[in-house]
């Protein structure tokens, strides 16, 4: 799985782009960012509020309870705001 992050999410995380492979258990958006979390300070901090982030999975928006797979792309961005 490839997961990119934008803006101050990359920021907080420090990187803005890897290849992970999650446990056998992540199966949705939800439980990804779970297992982000755990990972260290600034992925708590960039996806420990989930109102905060949005989030895309193979370059289409969608909510925290989109199943994931080994083959996706993932990328976490802030809101994005328009005029």
Do not use: C
Not at 7 to 19: L, N, P, Q, S, Y
Not at 39 to 52: I, K, Q, T
Request: glycine fraction near 8%.
């Amino acid at each position: 799985m490839r997961i990119l992050y934008f803006a101050w999410v990359r920021e907080k995380t420090g990187i803005d782009m890897e290849d992970v492979q999650p446990p056998a258990n992540v199966a949705d958006l939800t439980d990804l960012v779970e297992w982000l979390r755990s990972r260290g300070d600034g992925f708590e901090e960039a996806l420990g509020d989930a109102s905060r982030v949005r989030a895309a999975v193979n370059q289409e928006a969608v909510k925290l309870d989109h199943p994931v797979g080994p083959d996706d792309e993932v990328a976490f961005f802030p809101p994005v705001t328009g005029g």
